[in-house]
């Protein structure tokens, strides 16, 4: 069987019609569900881009790999489900976005050269490459945010498209009086691209994933990782203007969240893109061109299915849909991600497993604590490996996807590390104390921040849209001590010993004695003869200075 691995980036949970939106119809999507199990309470371990995918690719927590934010590198000879697929002969490709950082150093200092194919690998997070890009080509004075040569950019060249970098003047921008209006400023998000629709980012990489599965040889895993619904929020016709201000819903804030804010909140309440999707004329521009890059993300999938039905590959082919985070879109007062209110650490997850074992899940939703990293110990299993769960720190998800009740997590954990942010400026925190930790046991919430901050905690069954934040009083100082007792438990994971699996170990245990190791025994008579058959005899040569007769050796 084959895995088509999709992930589209900053696509909220609820932003489906199969999730319950109100206006956007994503039918596409709701096929897929309909084939296979909407999770309905699917966790990221880190709501920022890189450290998020990291956790996806590696199924390790982010303090587990180390690479916490974008642009820290993920240390070599962390293994991900590449290496891991690839010892059960299954090639795993990557088409799209990583936003994963090589570490070079490490690579230097082991010999490892980055056009081997070793190297390669090890630079491009576990991965053979198809078509990599990272889809992010803004540039400045100091150069490209992306730092790799971009396909995509090199495509919009061939099909005339002129300049320097035709992602940042057509793609991602509109126009206004004969000028270039840019997809960075949200007042032009209600502008049409300037772009052919069949040329922009979501069709560009649909059209490589056909090209891929058209030449492909099984068993394979194809991660196909869309850039979009990320911004600059900006469409193409006639995506621009298919939704409006009286599709976008209210925002889901409260007065009371911003009293005595706990101060980490409180700093990203008072940063830059909260503050622009404080105001509505923002909310109503971004939020419906949100909606239509959804909306063309949904058309683009349903080219992908249709392939597989019409080339027979469907019944072959297991389909993951899911997100690296989610989007505030101005909820709790704030834009973007990094905190861990439902809208930024929530996503969709929607999988579709062709085997008849899946057939009585048809449909169906899943309401388990997941957790993205269960994404590779589940691919493991489908490519006929047994997990091996002293790396992979996440749990396959075929048990519940087969009908099956599992014995199960009883909390989500997800981390942010924020040392590189303004907001950790504006606090005063050392790198080392910029960090938060939630953990989540399907009602209540607690995020722990490091620094000597006082935590949070919120009531989901009282209070679902996370306004009131229990942990300004006293009241609940039981569930917040039984909820650091998780973290607690959870912090105290093996999650370092990659080496040697607990049956490696198991095997271990008494075998040095076979070897000839034998310490702390009296007489010989504690262990079985044979072990002590070498150390036994008669001397056949004396040296000791009393038993030395003269003349003899």
Known sequence: ??????????????????????????????????????????????????????????????????????????????????????????????????????????????????????????????????????????????????????????????????????????????????????????????????????????????????????????????????????????????????????????????????????????????????????????????????????????????????????????????????????DYLGDHWLGEKDMFHEQSVKVPLIIFDPRSDADMTRGTTCDALVESIDLAPTFVEVAGGAVPDHILEGRSLLPWLHGETPDWREYAISEYDYSATPQAVKLGMAPRDARLFMVFDGRFKLIHAEGGLRPMLFDLDADPEEFHDLAKGDAHQAEIDRLYGMLARWGRRLAQRVTKSETDIIAMRGKSGRKGILPFLVDGSEVPEELTEKYRGPVRQRYTQDNVSEGST
């Open 1 to 326: 069987m084959n895995i088509l691995f999709i992930m589209y980036d900053q696509l909220r949970f609820d932003y489906l019609s199969c999730a319950g939106h109100p206006h956007l119809q994503t039918p596409n999507f709701d096929r897929v569900a309909a084939m296979g199990v909407r999770f309905t309470n699917a966790y990221v371990q880190s709501p920022i881009c890189g450290a998020s995918r990291m956790s996806t690719y590696t199924g390790r927590y982010t303090s587990s790999h180390g690479a916490q934010w974008n642009g820290f590198p993920l240390r070599v000879g962390e293994q991900t489900m590449g290496d891991h697929l690839r010892k059960l002969g299954m090639e795993c490709w990557l088409l799209g976005k990583t936003h994963m950082k090589a570490d070079a150093e490490g690579m230097a200092r082991l010999g490892l050269a980055p056009d081997s194919v070793i190297g390669a690998r090890q630079a491009e997070c576990g991965f053979d490459v198809w078509a990599r890009d990272d889809g992010l080509w803004g540039y400045g004075p100091d150069g490209y945010y992306d730092e790799k040569r971009s396909p995509y950019n090199e495509y919009l060249k061939s099909k005339g498209y002129d300049g320097e970098n035709p992602w940042a003047d057509y793609a991602n921008a509109g126009i206004e009086d004969d000028q270039i209006a840019s997809g960075w400023m949200f007042r032009n998000a209600d502008k049409a691209a300037n772009i052919r629709e069949e040329d922009s980012e979501t069709p560009w990489l649909t059209t490589q994933t056909l090209d891929f599965m058209e030449q492909a040889e099984g068993p394979w895993c194809a991660h196909v990782s869309f850039i979009k619904p990320h911004w600059p929020y900006i469409v193409p016709a006639p995506y621009h203007d298919m939704y409006g201000a009286n599709h976008v819903p209210a925002p889901i804030r409260s007065e009371v969240e911003r009293d005595d804010p706990h101060p980490v909140f409180g700093a990203y309440m008072g940063n830059k893109i909260a503050q622009a999707f404080q105001r509505d004329e923002v909310r109503q521009k971004v939020i419906a061109a949100y909606m239509g890059l959804i909306k063309q993300c949904d058309d683009q999938l349903g080219r992908v299915l249709n392939y597989l039905e019409e080339t027979g590959t469907l019944k072959d082919t297991m389909i993951v849909l899911t997100s690296d985070h989610g």
